[in-house]
């Protein structure tokens, strides 16, 4: 494997029942770049996050991964609550925060594996765990910062729009120090200047967090204006590789998504 | 290959905007994120309020059966706060709570009255044993998923309660088993002004203490489980372990509880450790108020303490059987129905209506800054 490969793909398959959701695909991520999924509806692109993040297991293929040691690590041998510890993180489709708790407090969640201290010494509120906690506090409201929502900090979840809801679970990605962020669909949703704001959001992400970022997108607008190298695919099959122009002159892909011309 | 600055970890934030570490002051309000106060004050307050109380009823303003009840409020109260970690906080259910009270009660007469072990010690055993028990039924029915913990917390309790009546070794059976005041170091005798004292000391304490560890990231951990289980494994939460945890914490106040109750009330019967005691505790969190710390105790006055203090005492009805039962039904539905988030939340609201109320009133006058 070579130095630059941050997520490498090798022959992935996966099958509900009879219906192949991936069928033999393989990509390589480089280090610190943007990486884009794209393909029709039901092409499996989410399918390959849950198997990346062993949400499902696959039935074949391995996914090795650059660990935040630089240790390369085959990510099926993990179950899905190891995989962050590896430096990689994800975000959902359908935004998955907690109603319940404040926007500073969700992100304080994606920080989980930052924290030593267990329930009893917060429980006693030991020195260690309280410095812990002030800690994590101050990099969370950076973050904040970063995101633009910082005077949101203390609002509850709940009722906040659609274009902040985004930005916490992308904050919360980031609470982890990871080294990949796998992103679904982050301008699902958003209106054009939000979505614009979103795009600049990535590339800063990736140039000052120094982040790798793996991301699935229907929006093409910024799938063509982020990432630096997209993959196509179609019913779990690749299609094409390469950069946004490569990609839009690609005939397969072009095929897949506007149908056959004669 | 774009060149990666390796500016990772914490993005300056002098570059960005120059607000500083602790806070945004960027507007000049000086509006800081930081975390929210804990409330040990009013804790503390509460908590010496109840300790007045046993003065206050020497004085002869309260009846002593006041006093009784009362501290069978504290005691359940205590457990409640348990069994809200694991309902309010983490979304399961147990059915067993009134088999590790009646454990940890038991246990604890044993161990003072038969075998005149130091209070403070028997309080440990009789606390641990059941925590242990409970941690093995965890350990099997939380790797299923659903109601199992319910079904066998239920299955577990009857086997208890079985067990209290026929081990009479220990128990004592359907005689029932004495137990005494505690007594400390072997030479502090406690009255029962006393031990109602320490009661409170231990539910303020163990109020602190939840309250500490629920505002940390072991209650994130348990709230985002509650809310999306993918979330939470997304972000490197062991699902099963902080299942467990949440039962092992509702385990643990449950047994405290029970030895409060046999220290205090001074006799334990099998049939009381029943599966109505159980719900009764649900219906504690319920009426109170889930996820809240002060939800339980407000709950645990409303279902115990105030059929005895109140609902006696009327006319008529008052000596109707089971009359305490059909209170807290009606009061359920009527919570769930009107007011789910529990009725620790009446004073908020009906502060929040009364500036509102003032509000209105103040926009009829000229407007003024």
Not at chain 1, 138 to 162: R, S, T, W
Not at chain 2, 108 to 114: E, H, K, P, Q, V
Not at chain 2, 141 to 155: C, E, K, M
Not at chain 2, 193 to 211: A, R
């Amino acid at each position: 494997m070579e130095k630059n490969n941050c997520l490498q793909v090798n022959d992935l398959s996966i099958a509900f029942g009879g219906i192949k959701a991936i069928d033999h695909l393989s990509f390589t991520v480089n280090q610190g770049e943007i990486y884009g999924l794209i393909g029709p509806n039901g092409a499996g692109k989410t399918t390959v996050f849950n198997c990346i993040t062993q949400f499902y297991k696959a039935d074949h293929g391995d996914i090795r991964f650059t660990n935040r040691h630089g240790e390369v690590v085959n990510l099926n041998d993990k179950v899905t609550h190891q995989v962050i510890y590896e430096g990689l993180v994800r975000s959902f489709q359908n935004i998955e925060l907690i109603k319940d708790m404040s926007l500073i407090d969700n992100l304080l969640v994606g920080a989980h594996i930052e924290y030593k201290s267990g329930i009893l010494a917060t429980g006693f509120r030991t020195k260690k765990a309280k410095r812990e906690e002030e800690m994590q506090r101050e990099k969370a409201v950076k973050i904040l910062e970063f995101l633009k929502i910082e005077d949101k900090a203390n609002a509850h979840i709940g009722g906040q729009p659609y274009g902040v809801l985004k930005k916490v679970e992308l904050g919360r990605t980031l609470m982890s120090d990871p080294k990949l962020i796998l992103l679904d669909e982050p301008a699902a949703g958003l209106n054009d200047l939000e979505t614009e704001d979103m795009s600049n959001l990535l590339k800063e992400i990736r140039d000052e967090y120094g982040c790798t970022i793996l991301l699935v997108e229907h929006d093409m607008r910024l799938v063509m204006d982020v990432c630096d190298r997209i993959c196509a695919i179609s019913f779990g099959r690749k299609l094409g590789e390469g950069t946004a122009l490569e990609i839009q002159q690609n005939k397969d892909v072009q095929e897949a998504y506007l149908g056959k011309g004669d | 290959m774009r060149e990666v600055k390796d500016k990772r970890r914490g993005i300056d934030a002098s570059k960005r905007g120059g607000s500083d570490v602790n806070g945004i002051d960027k507007k000049g309000k000086g509006r800081k994120v930081t975390e929210k106060k804990p409330p040990y004050k009013a804790y503390l307050l509460f908590g010496l309020f109840l300790i007045l109380l046993p003065t206050i009823q020497k004085m002869g303003l309260i009846g002593s059966a006041t006093i009784t009840v009362l501290g069978t409020v504290i005691f359940y109260a205590i457990v409640g706060i348990g069994m809200n970690v694991l309902l309010g906080y983490s979304g399961l259910i147990s059915l067993g709570t009134a088999g590790f009270m009646g454990m940890g009660a038991y246990l604890s007469a044993y161990l003072t009255a038969d075998l005149n072990l130091p209070f403070l010690l028997s309080v440990v055993v009789s606390v641990c044993i059941p925590l242990i028990i409970g941690l093995v039924i965890g350990l099997i029915s939380l790797r299923l998923a659903g109601y199992y913990l319910a079904i066998a917390t239920l299955a577990v309790a009857e086997i208890f309660r079985q067990v209290f009546i026929e081990f009479e070794v220990v128990t004592n059976g359907f005689s029932g088993k004495n137990a005494g005041y505690p007594k400390l170091f072997g030479v502090i005798q406690f009255d029962r002004q006393l031990t109602f004292i320490f009661m409170v000391i231990v539910l303020i304490g163990l109020m602190i203490f939840t309250y500490n560890f629920i505002h940390s990231r072991t209650g994130r951990a348990l709230l985002t489980m509650r809310g999306s289980e993918a979330a939470a494994q997304a972000m490197g939460i062991n699902l099963f372990r902080y299942k467990l945890t949440a039962f092992g914490i509702a385990t643990a106040y449950a047994a405290i509880g029970g030895v409060l109750y046999v220290h205090f009330i001074r006799f334990a019967y099998p049939s009381g450790w029943n599966l109505m005691l159980s719900l009764q505790i649900l219906a504690v969190i319920v009426i109170g108020g889930m996820q809240t710390i002060e939800g339980p105790i407000l709950g645990s006055f409303v279902v115990f303490g105030v059929p005895e203090l109140i609902l006696k005492q009327l006319p008529v009805i008052g000596n109707v059987d089971g009359l305490a039962y059909v209170f807290t039904g009606v009061l359920i539905v009527v919570v769930i129905m009107f007011y789910p988030n529990g009725m620790i939340y009446l004073g908020n609201d009906m502060k929040k209506l009364w500036k509102k109320g003032r509000k209105h009133g103040k926009e009829q006058l000229p407007a003024s800054e």
